[in-house]
């Protein structure tokens, strides 16, 4: 593992910049925030941060709408700030991933001012016009064309319409992102999490989409057609291909695709020998029904629909999904903590996940997510997963001196850092005795997979390495069960009550909801 890439062998811990600390009580957490919480982080043993975007924006989309790739919001910070953030990341012996916002730019970006303001502007192209709208829709619901008065034109936005879609078959736009991107590698940032990589490229025809049959009243407006002609194109590899190359311009840095895709063509975003993506995001844990038997089938299926020497990765939660706590229930959570944890490869959690943190209800009047706002009532709002961190028991539970830009969880005097880290037994201690654990057992990370099975409620699987054999049981059921079982010791238990118990030779008793690792006594052959 020594010679392996850093990112390999990581934890990135997704941070949404705007919830993670409030240094100068506006509400809204900042850079300064984040460095006044890197200790945390050492502390939790994860290993990369990814900040979502930081950069200039009207905040349309809450930073997803760039209005110039290479500046830092001034709610966040300076690039001052950013640099030092950089250096005391790099100082804590972590790394630092920035997202990358390709597909589209903000309408207020100097790009597109230009691009709308005449038919002949040379920036014209850098968008997508037409004279007439297809059927294409936004994924914010409505229409994805815009018509724009000046020109008479529609342009094309695939979210909302002060997010314009990017020309990517342009060579200019091309030149000039990829310059954006050097701008960061320059500067020392570690690598990108590129968003939304499977929709940069459409149909050169702007062929309309096909009627979705799966389509059910109730649904986002968006799954009304099959995204064939505005989504996963062939050329996107050939694309992803280049980005690739500017990033290998650089040493040691990593490339990360955000594509919600199925497993075939999600792989195919490696890319040919491997150039494509280092890690093109696997969302299974986030898709799969949670129950022992769905979640083997996505363990198999995605190892076994793996490419030659292409490097495994597994999500839990991020900025636009259900937190895992509420999705599953606080006991699950642990087993959910235990089974990405276990997992081979390179791993992603987001914040607020090592507390068990739950989504928290938004009252209508305080909607900020437009994905709520414009299509009310369909769960499509991304608020309730994007809550401030709470620190304390304090006012504000540490996040801020003012007034959150979302309120905190009605449960934050109780489910706080400092709580939880005075609780032995809490998530927190078990998230760090598991990444912990991923750093003194390398099997874990790069060991084979192997014995995927189910019996009852229990999921079983083994990581087994040149030095040991491990075993991780995890019941998702609601009642106690028992195991037949080699002999064994148990290193590591979801509730933290059971390590060093050398195991009984032929059964183990698990209970409801109950995770553990067990080594093997028998060596690997
Ligand atoms: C995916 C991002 O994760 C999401 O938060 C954003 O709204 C869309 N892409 C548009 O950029
Ligand atoms: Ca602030």
Redesign the pocket.
Known sequence: MQNSPWWQHSVIYEIYPRSFQDSNGDGIGDLNGIIARLDYLVNLGVNAIWI?PIYPSPMA??G?DVADYCGIDQLFGTMEDFKHLLSEVHRGGLKMILDF?P??SSDQHPWFVESRSSLTNPKRDWYLWRDQPNNWLS?FGGSAWELDETTGQYYLHS?LKQ?PDLNWRNPDVKAAMFDTLRFWLRLGVDGFRV??MWLMIKDDQFRDNPPNPGYRLGQPSNNRLLPVYNSDRPEIHGLVAEMRAVVDEFPDRVLIG?IYLPIQQLMRYYGADLKGAHLPFNFQLLQCAWNAESLAQAITGYQGALPGGAWPNWVLG???QSRIASRVGPRQARIAAMLLLTLPGTLTMYYGEELGMANVPIAPERVQDP?EKNEPGLGQG?DPERTPMPWDDSRCAGFTTGLPWLPLGDDYTTLNVRALELDQSSILHLYRRLIDLRRTRPTLVSGKLQSVTVQSDVLRFQRVGDQDRLVVLLNFGHSPVEIEMEQGTVILSTNLDRERHPQGIKTLGLNAAEGVIIELDQLPA
Do not use: L, M, P, T
């Open positions: 979502s989309d809450f997803y916002v597909n589209h994924h979210f997010q968003d939304v955000e991020n900025h636009d994905a991304r």
